[in-house]
């Protein structure tokens, strides 16, 4: 193994967690599909080679174990054994089982569902920001991108909204389970947070098995496949973290990285207000520039020769988005900020193939929501003189932990 291509960085840790494209720039031009032995993972950087994975599902399978996806220690696998075992569900499906959970999700996040969901999402993001705009200044990834996407997903499946403080928590444990930076004893506890949202779920799904209603969850539930079965409460469980965890993190993230761009442009705050069709075009940039979605894991059927290198067969394999998404063969400039670049919706921020994010559209209209209704209402706001945005160090995940405005008070 070590005979192929190795590159050794770790941009988990600073500076390279702060600003890792500098590193990913070096790879791409070094060594563009490396084995990394710090995190025990083949690594695929150049834009065609990423996309062209995603487009092979058949030798990059997607059967990988989301909440540990590395040799992870003996300790968090006792933890995590205390509970259900993870399912192959949706993410980490292939087809023919992939299609078929696939269409049922889709039916629940299709397009004209979602924007139904519209006015709810103004009103939740006008409450948000009641809450906090006779302050002057807010951390809004605290008080407007985290509840907004988790109050919604928590209208779209039918969980109660006093539960989602805990929820917040459980997602969060998550993302511990797949930072090797963290303590071993942080990956306990996440790995024991995991258990505890596992068992608050059966008890969700235990009660609407018994009283079904109008939501997401009942649906699931009540779904019979063609041979009669029915989901089992293990396979509901992996399927309602993945969507959850997916639905809450990435687009806390995208708006987290979204308005972290547009406060950095010269202007680019105040054009957005006066043309406020234009805000799109700078969500799709800000997917391209800096996603929320910094990787997503494959493993090879057989061995895979590509682009000069060979992926043995069984292996874990990163496929950096990140890194494509700045591949200078694909995107001029790639490091600038342009909402008028001609190819900005050719980015892979929310994946590509049949993997593509099934709530890329809910994702995209809740960061659309945010970002306007903010300018309308703090038109003023910019970003307090001495923030500086810190990270998690998260291998699949990217987004600031906080973002501090200020504004003018009324």
Known sequence: MTSQPVFAHNWLASPHLENPYPLF???????????????????ITRYRDVRAALMDPQRFSSKFLI?????????????????????QVLVNEDPPDHSRTRHLVNQAFAPRRIYGLE???????????????????????????????LAVLAELIGLPHED???????????????????????????A???VAFQRYLEAQIAERRQTPRDDLLSTLTQFSFENGERWTDSQLISLLISVIFAGHETTTNLIGNLLLQVFGQPGLW????????????AIEEALRIDGPIRAMFRVTTEDVALDGATIPAGSQ?????????RDDEMFAE???????RPNKEQHLGFGRGIHFCVGATLARLEARIALTTLAERIPQARLAPDYRPTYLPSLLHRGPQRLHLIWDKA
């Open 67 to 87: 909440r540990t996806p590395y040799t992870a220690p003996p300790k968090v696998i006792e933890a995590l054994n205390q509970g259900y075992a993870e399912e």
């Open 164 to 190: 989602l403080g805990q929820i917040k928590r459980w997602t969060e444990d998550l993302i511990m389970l797949t930072s090797t930076e963290s303590s071993l004893e942080r990956q306990v506890a996440g």
């Open 192 to 194: 024991q947070g995991s």
């Open 25 to 43: 720039v070096e790879a791409r031009q070094t060594a563009p599909i490396f084995y990394s032995p710090i995190f025990n993972l083949w690594c």
């Open 270 to 281: 105040q054009q957005l207000q006066a043309e406020p069709a234009r805000v799109p075009d």
């Open 119 to 149: 006015p709810q999402i103004k009103a939740i993001t006008n409450r948000l920001i009641d809450a906090f705009i006779g302050a002057g200044q807010a951390d809004v990834v605290a008080e407007l991108a985290a509840p907004l996407p």
């Open 334 to 340: 790639p490091d600038r900020f342009d909402i008028d």
């Open 317 to 325: 394999v990163l496929l950096l988005f990140g890194a494509a998404n």
